[in-house]
């Protein structure tokens, strides 16, 4: 039930947040804007989700992630409305970035840590089949809203995805529940160990921040997302510069979106088996090959196989990491770690679409910044070899033991 409210809930609100791509176009005729201008939509929304993270996780941890999850899908429709009213590129930043910032902000680090404490022995699977509704929204909302957009405008589609999210957005987030132990349950589901279910192991959020491993795994994050925001922002007007239709421009998000829910499947089983930090460093390496592709890409074909897989190493890196974390630091709080290792990311997606779409205005090409998150992605891959072996719990003063010895 906590995987499908899960995966449910991140297929809502990735979905209207990566289905920014076939708005792009329309912000640009609507209000005369620059790229830059256009990118900053976008830049706002993804730091605000991955920064309030910190916030809203330790809050989960707390309270749980119910109350937090339904906040956010209201306050995402309610931005989704008040945006189809805008008249200016302002009033988008006050309502759009603001609304989908802040909603997908209290839903997704705790959608994300609710399915973390039911799981132990397949982690990975679970956080892995979670996790790829991010693809799941990200491969059918962004064509939708061009079929929306050709059928109503961008204001019409706005209004519908507000009401989609109040509809089965709400269904999803009142069924999110982060504690076993509140229904009599140890993690894998199990009822036949004796005695109360045990607290969560683990780090306190205070005690994790104290580690060497979070600030590399940090670190790691905000250089990687830099780069990784990037084809969520300009794949579209990448293929449009190039004489592609808006249609197939959404094609590629919907490919980005196939290409993440294999990723989240296949990788996140195979992170179990082979270990989580060695696929984190792989996905890293991978998208920065991949980036190098997405330079060289003119035609329709090897822009397609671009965005698959793209898709596959973005929900590769997207299903290891919150599982690699509770590898390290335990479940104890989770959600708030997951968290604060977000705020990483939201850096990440401030810096990228941003500066992307400036180096666009004045060049009038992707090159410069393309190769820039090529060098930040290869960073990014060195930084994570230097984080502790997989299936390595990490001790409060820094130091790591093995991990049955140091469960607790």
């Not at 989908?100 to 959608?111: D, E, I, K």
């Not at 995805?161 to 509140?182: E, I, K, Q, T, Y």
């Not at 998208?287 to 074909?301: G, H, K, Q, R, T």
């Amino acid at each position: 039930m906590v995987v499908g409210a899960a995966f449910t809930a991140l297929t809502v609100i990735f979905g209207v947040a990566y289905s920014f791509a076939s708005f792009f176009a329309s912000f640009e005729q609507e209000f005369a804007a620059l790229r830059a201008d256009v990118s900053l939509v976008f830049s706002i929304a993804g730091f605000l989700w991955f920064a309030l993270g910190a916030v809203t996780g330790a809050f989960a941890d707390r309270i749980g992630p119910r109350p937090m999850a339904v906040t956010g899908m209201l306050l995402l429709a309610c931005g989704l409305f008040a945006a189809s009213q805008a008249t200016s590129l302002l009033q988008v930043y006050a309502t759009y970035s603001l609304g989908v910032g802040l909603g997908v902000g209290f839903v997704y680090v705790p959608a994300i840590g609710a399915v973390q404490p039911w799981f132990r022995k397949r982690l990975g699977l679970a956080a892995g089949l979670a996790s790829a509704g991010i693809g799941m929204g990200t491969l059918i909302t962004p064509y939708a809203s061009v079929a929306l957009i050709n059928a109503f405008g961008w204001r019409g589609a706005f209004a519908a995805l507000g009401g989609l999210v109040l509809v089965v957005g709400l269904a999803a987030a009142v069924l999110l529940d982060n504690d076993p132990a509140r229904r009599g349950l140890h993690p894998d589901g199990a009822t036949d160990e004796p005695g109360k279910p045990p607290p969560k192991a683990g780090l306190t959020l205070r005690e994790t921040l104290r580690t060497r491993a979070f600030w590399i795994f940090y670190a790691s994050l905000a250089l990687c997302t830099i780069g990784q925001a990037m084809p969520f922002a300009h794949l579209v007007p990448y293929a449009l510069d190039r004489g592609h239709s808006q249609s197939f421009g959404a094609i590629l998000i919907g490919l980005v979106g196939v290409g993440s829910v294999l990723g989240r499947f296949v990788l996140g089983g195979f992170g179990d088996r082979l270990g989580r930090r060695e696929m984190l460093t792989g996905v890293y390496a991978a998208m920065a090959l991949l980036f190098i592709v997405w330079a060289m890409s003119e035609s329709a074909w090897l822009l397609a196989t671009f965005a698959l897989l793209y898709g596959v190493s973005y929900g590769g890196f997207v299903g290891t990491s919150p599982p690699l974390a509770t590898d390290y630091f335990g479940p104890k709080a989770i959600s708030g770690v997951v968290g604060a290792l977000y705020t990483g990311a939201g850096i990440g997606y401030l810096i990228g679409p941003l500066a992307a779409g400036a180096a666009y205005d004045l060049q009038k090409s992707y090159t410069l910044p393309i190769a820039i998150a090529v060098a930040l992605l290869a960073a990014a891959a060195v930084l994570s070899c230097l984080l502790p072996p997989s299936g390595t719990r990490v001790q409060a003063t820094g130091r790591a033991a093995d991990h049955p010895a140091a469960a607790t």
